[in-house]
T-cell receptor
Framework: SQQGEEDPQALSIQEGENATMNCSYK?????LQWYRQNSGRGLVHLILIRSNEREKHSGRLRVTLDTSKKSSSLLITASRAADTASYFCATGGSGGSNYKLTFGKGTLLTVNP | NAGVTQTPKFQVLKTGQSMTLQCAQDMNHEYMSWYRQDPGMGLRLIHY???????DQGEVPNGYNVSRSTTEDFPLRLLSAAPSQTSVYFC????????????FGNGTRLTVT
């Protein structure tokens, strides 16, 4: 069963604008990860945030995690046409699910030049 | 480093045929996994391995077999292909399972007629 659910399913913005994607999950986690997938390619890891962290930055990416609300957000600032891709959140569980990374269905981001 | 290499890139099978999807990684990762990606379903875990000789089932293991005789290789076998197995298959590896970033191959697009 899917653990993470991304919102919105699709997002279309203009180059230079910021893009925000959200992820909600249901059970306790060790960490939450964000991945990007360009059309026809494999997924590329963007950022990992652990359950005891609240915010993390990497270049133009900012990820927040609110474990009380079981939600995370990915912010891409000053977007570029090259950011056009699908973005997935994935949750790493604890205990028996320590080896299973569970993916959501993704957000399709289109950045128009 | 080549990273994670999957072969073939494309395959067409007839119902009932068997085949093996190959996956190799050159990063000395202990953890390897297979996902399938279907439209609107995100990625679903088929099987995973935490080291040579050790494999376990994921979310959707039926109809698939795996083995892990070396650290580098993790082949996925379709025993008797069915149209429901038409999908894009991704192999991924990491140091420690769900607590570290996954490195993905570029996928195998399989069609079963």
């Amino acid at each position: 069963s899917q653990q993470g659910e991304e919102d919105p399913q699709a997002l279309s913005i203009q180059e230079g604008e910021n893009a925000t994607m959200n992820c909600s999950y249901k059970t306790s986690i060790n960490n939450l990860q964000w991945y990007r997938q360009n059309s026809g390619r494999g997924l590329v890891h963007l950022i990992l945030i652990r359950s005891n962290e609240r915010e993390k930055h990497s270049g133009r990416l900012r990820v927040t995690l609110d474990t009380s609300k079981k939600s995370s957000s990915l912010l891409i600032t000053a977007s570029r046409a090259a950011d056009t891709a699908s973005y997935f959140c994935a949750t790493g569980g604890s205990g028996g699910s320590n080896y299973k990374l569970t993916f959501g269905k993704g957000t399709l981001l289109t950045v128009n030049p | 480093n080549a990273g994670v290499t999957q072969t073939p890139k494309f395959q067409v099978l007839k119902t009932g045929q068997s085949m093996t999807l190959q996956c190799a990684q050159d990063m000395n990762h202990e953890y390897m996994s297979w996902y399938r990606q279907d439209p609107g379903m995100g990625l679903r875990l088929i099987h995973y391995s935490v080291g040579a000789g050790i494999t376990d089932q994921g979310e959707v293991p039926n109809g698939y077999n795996v083995s892990r005789s070396t650290t580098e290789d993790f082949p996925l076998r379709l025993l008797s292909a069915a149209p429901s197995q038409t999908s894009v298959y991704f192999c991924a590896s990491s140091w420690t399972g769900s607590n570290s970033p996954l490195h993905f191959g570029n996928g195998t697009r399989l069609t079963v007629t």
